[in-house]
Each structure stands twice: as structure tokens, then as C-alpha cells.
């Protein structure tokens, strides 16, 4: 039978330098691989980035496109606004002039009345 031997070898100096070489290597292939993970990470935000500004230039320019059809369209509303305070502008005029007019003809029928009134006047003498 084999006899364990209770007391341990000392290792030697290039043994423990093997050692903590092959430490030192596992402590950075942990590293470097977690460092791949935050990376991997890092590229998915990009990715969701990309996807919101891609979606964000797209509201830009719904924005910009509704906003030129509302100036269309107010531009429309005051041509028409236009068209109808000058329409309404004639109406007043037109109410000034045919005011007029029928002052003018009362005064006219006033004229022929007092006329009329010294013809019969006359008849009846």
C-alpha cells in the first residue's frame, strides 16, 4: 500500500507563478467576457436608439406635413374671409346708396304731395 505522506511539498517558485499566471489569465477571461456582455448590451441600445430616432423623424415629419396642410388650409380660409368682408363691404355700400335713394323719393313724394295737396286746393276754389 501506498503511504500518503502527511506533510505537503512546498511548491516551488516557478509553480506558484504558473499558478498565479493561470489565476491572473482566468481573472481577465472573466473580465473580457463580461466586458463582451456590457458590450452586447451597449450594441441593444444602440439598436433601440436608432429604432426611436427612426421613429422620431417620422413624427417630425407627420408634424411638418400637418403643418403645411393647416396653412393650406388657413391660407384658403382667409382668401374666403377676404372674398366675403368684400362682399360685405358691397352690402354696405349698396345700403348707404339705396338709403340714400329713398331719402331722395320721400322728399320727391313730399314734393308731389304738397303739389297734389295745392292742386285739389286750387280744384275746390
Same mark, same amino acid.
Given at each position: 500500500?501506498? &503511504?500518503?505522506?502527511?506533510? %505537503?511539498? #512546498? /511548491? #516551488?517558485?516557478?509553480? @506558484?507563478? =504558473?499558478?498565479?499566471? +493561470? ?5 481577465? !477571461? +472573466? =473580465?473580457?467576457?463580461?466586458? /463582451? @456582455?456590457?458590450?452586447?448590451? $451597449?450594441? &441593444?441600445?444602440? #439598436? *433601440?436608439?436608432? @429604432?426611436?430616432? /427612426?421613429?422620431? !423623424?417620422?413624427? &417630425?415629419?407627420?408634424? +411638418?406635413?400637418? /403643418? %403645411? ?16 368682408? =368684400?362682399?360685405?363691404? !358691397? $352690402?354696405?355700400?349698396?345700403?348707404? =346708396? ?7 323719393? %320721400?322728399? @320727391?313724394? %313730399? *314734393? $308731389? ?13
Amino acid at each position: 500500500m501506498a &503511504q500518503k505522506n502527511p506533510a %505537503k511539498k #512546498t /511548491r #516551488t517558485v516557478n509553480q @506558484q507563478l =504558473t499558478s498565479l499566471a +493561470r489565476l491572473v489569465r482566468s481573472g481577465f !477571461g +472573466r =473580465t473580457d467576457a463580461r466586458f /463582451r @456582455q456590457v458590450d452586447a448590451r $451597449f450594441q &441593444q441600445i444602440d #439598436t *433601440r436608439f436608432r @429604432q426611436v430616432d /427612426r421613429r422620431l !423623424g417620422l413624427v &417630425q415629419l407627420d408634424i +411638418r406635413n400637418l /403643418r %403645411k396642410e393647416m396653412n393650406e388650409r388657413l391660407a384658403v380660409l382667409e382668401d374666403r374671409i377676404d372674398r366675403l368682408a =368684400t362682399h360685405v363691404d !358691397g $352690402f354696405m355700400k349698396l345700403h348707404e =346708396t339705396l338709403d340714400i335713394e329713398v331719402r331722395v323719393m %320721400k322728399e @320727391q313724394m %313730399k *314734393r $308731389f304731395e304738397e303739389r297734389l295737396g295745392r292742386v285739389e286746393a286750387a280744384q275746390r276754389s
